[in-house]
């Protein structure tokens, strides 16, 4: 039995009708690969199952203190049951990518049972009309609440349950010893026993972190930090609906890296920001809607000590990034963002990456649930400036074929909340030569998101060719093949561009 860290019991605490906080992933598989060529639904749950043991979020159930007293506690329920968590879809024909995503974005907006472990699978078949992909190819669409992982543990629990080959070993269901659950008076008691103990624990903090903000409020303040305080308003950063949108755009890592290399001392999170920032350039110029300030994101930062991989839970700061959208030259952009990325990542050094976490542990947790569904039902996002505007996280993944229930790993793309204020989360995830974006967003607020895929594909484009000039001839056939660039969906879709006309009577600044 583990208590839940303040980081992770906030992820309970934010959630809200509107609001499910909750992480996943789309996977899609070649079962040609597997034994005998196909891959059967009662293997998927079996091959799953086995792994119980090695994943210990499966098993977890919540247990709640009474009134809220303090912040909830795992406890192990057994093996779980794989019928539950395990579900069997398929789509109709033809089975496309448009399809796929519109049913990917109805299964991301529903919240997960907080009586069962916090996640769910589910296999999706009909998936024979995807550019890029073998016909007969399956999807599994993930969903793991926030309060359970962060990006780096999903890595780690995704890589538990695949293999390094299509040979996945005999089957056997593990032994898992459930827990007993604690009476009422015992969690008060433990509750009352951590208040005593809370402000012992928030001088020992304050002691080590005081000195870090120090430094950094002197450091802004000499201007050799910058903190960023112009977030302007967008559509992204109001209240959000309860219905979802997702597509996804991806690019060849050697393109990527080949950016990287053109320009000095840019990273390679630097030029997936810059895609970014150009898609969302593009995105609101379009709609008349793009602010003379740059957009601002919320960039996770894993903290993840050796000592804690293999662990589930939260292990994250964040960093404060402009995008740039207020630049129209690709270059120059990427050039602004590797500025920004340095000195957001001194600001964090300097305060402490662990902060954030250090103090969330403070975080009273009925007044927080009470401030979330307070601030959902009045509408507060719609009235307060935003810190951010949306979130980018970069999560690398294996650079190596992966094989689940001897299924090969095709592509996986990430999807992540969206909540009041902030209703845009993009993913970048990188795996065996292959860098894609994942787009979530509100429909409300992104009722086209195909059409923001194109923007992204454009802002890629572009980069490649102002920095890579040779690759000028080759750009539109090699990066718009992903399935990932998902041509067919690209030109079946939407035939939409985006206007150039608009974009050249935007100045630079």
């Keep these: 039995m583990e208590q839940l860290t303040g980081l992770d019991a906030s992820f309970l605490y934010l959630e809200t009708e ?11 598989y070649d079962p040609s690969t597997a034994p005998g060529g196909k891959v059967g639904f009662k293997q998927i749950m079996e091959n799953t199952l086995k792994r119980a043991d090695k994943v210990a979020m499966l098993n977890n ?50 919240p997960l049972d907080r009586a069962r472990p916090l996640w769910e699978f589910y296999i999706v078949e009909g998936l024979d009309n995807l550019e890029g992909f073998p016909p007969g190819c399956f999807a599994l669409v993930s969903k793991m609440h926030h309060a359970a992982i962060d990006g780096a543990s999903g890595v780690e629990i995704n890589e538990v349950i695949h293999d390094l080959t299509p040979d996945y ?20 008691l433990k509750a009352q026993l951590n208040n005593i103990k809370t402000p012992f624990r928030f001088l020992s903090v304050a002691r080590n972190t005081v000195p870090g903000f120090a430094k950094a409020i002197a450091g802004v303040a000499r201007g050799k930090l910058d903190r960023v305080t112009d977030t302007p308003r967008t559509r992204f950063n109001s209240n959000v609906s309860p219905h979802r949108v997702f597509d996804a755009v991806e690019f060849d ?6 950016i990287k290399d053109a320009v000095e001392g840019v990273t390679v999170n630097d030029v997936a920001i810059a895609i970014c920032g150009g898609g969302l350039r593009k995105y609101l110029l379009d ?23 293999g662990t589930a839970g939260n292990q994250v700061s964040q960093m404060t990034v402009r995008v740039f959208s207020n630049i129209e030259d690709p270059v120059e952009r990427l050039k602004a963002i590797n500025v920004g990325t340095s000195s957001a990542k001194e600001l964090t050094n300097a305060v402490g990456a662990k902060s954030m976490t250090d103090y969330a ?12 569904r307070l601030s959902s039902r009045v509408g507060l996002a719609n009235r307060i400036k935003p810190m951010y505007n949306c979130v980018i996280t970069n999560v690398p993944g294996p650079q190596i074929p992966l094989y689940f229930t001897g299924a090969r790993l095709m592509a996986s793309y990430g999807l992540g909340p969206a909540i009041d204020g902030m209703g845009l989360f993009q993913c970048i995830f990188s795996y065996a030569g ?21 923007c992204l594909q454009e802002s ?46 935007t100045s630079t600044s």
């Excluded at 579900?87 to 990917?104: E, M, N, S, T, Y």
């Excluded at 890592?253 to 080949?258: E, G, L, T, W, Y």
């Excluded at 602010?291 to 991989?309: C, F, G, Q, W, Y």
């Design 361 to 372: 542990q403070f975080m009273p947790s009925t007044l927080s649930a009470a401030a979330a």
């Design 287 to 309: 709609k008349g809607e793009l602010p003379e300030e740059s957009l601002v994101a919320m960039a996770p930062v894993n903290i993840r000590t050796k000592d804690k991989l």
């Design 18 to 28: 509107n609001s499910p906080m909750h992480i996943g992933a789309l996977a899609i």
């Design 434 to 454: 292959r860098i894609n974006i994942g787009v979530s967003s509100c429909r409300s607020m992104m009722p086209d998101p195909s059409f923001y895929r194109d």
């Design 169 to 188: 070993g005999e089957i056997t269901v593990p032994k898992i010893k459930k827990e007993r659950a604690l009476t009422n008076m015992e969690l008060i």
């Design 61 to 110: 159930v919540l247990m709640e203190v009474p009134m809220g007293m303090d912040h909830p506690y795992w406890r192990t329920d057994g093996p779980f049951d794989p019928e539950f968590h395990i579900r069997h879809i398929a789509l109709p024909k033809p089975g496309d990518w448009r399809q796929l995503c519109i049913q990917v974005a109805r299964l991301h907006a529903r």
């Design 253 to 258: 890592f050697k393109d990527v890296k080949a």
């Design 460 to 505: 890629f484009d572009e980069l490649l060719a102002a920095t890579v000039p040779s690759s000028n001839k080759k750009t539109v056939a090699s990066t718009s093949k992903a399935p990932a660039a998902k041509t067919a969906a690209k030109s079946t879709v939407r035939s939409k561009k985006v206007s150039k006309k608009k974009i050249s009577k």
